[in-house]
């Protein structure tokens, strides 16, 4: 007996052609006094019909997320060059702006224009709080998830549904986008 391990409309790397494609319909082939197919084909728009052994699916980044604990996400402060301490007396941290590193060496991470810092830093300040954080709120996150997962129906409705967002969520930071490739082709 065969179930389909793949979705319409999923996006799968279809290794005999060598390429990304999306999946248009899923072929369950039957037969009598049967309760599931025997096989399942998956139809990617490719000229043939695929077997669950010529398809992969997209590996997920969900290690990222996952081994929050060894990376290292920073807040660090850069000297403004722009404006010294002074002529700045009104930001939050005056003479500086926020810069968030995610590498070990310093390097990587997301910096702001100095003329966005300058329209309003206690936002930038507040994003580059939320940026450094963001690893942690995502192990709680699945940690909530898990634990509702593992007791179903013994946890209020709030929190029931606050895992399926945070589900939502994570799921959308675990997605490899397709390369840009296979999305013109798909499209």
Known sequence: MAKANFHKNQRVYVKPVGTWAVIEQVKPQWVRDVPEPVRVYYDCGLG???????????????????NASKENWRL?????KWHDAESSAGHPYPGTFPVVVTDEKDWGGWRVPGQEYDRDPHRIEFQARVMTSGLRLARVARELVQIVRSSPGDVPAEVEALATEAKGILEYIDETPAPAAARTAAE
Do not use: C, I, V, Y
Request: aromatic letters at 4%; zero cysteines; proline letters at 4%.
């Open 76 to 80: 660090m402060r850069a000297k403004n």
């Open 48 to 66: 043939r019909d695929f077997s669950e052994a010529e398809l992969s699916q997209p590996e997920t980044r969900g290690g990222d997320t996952e």
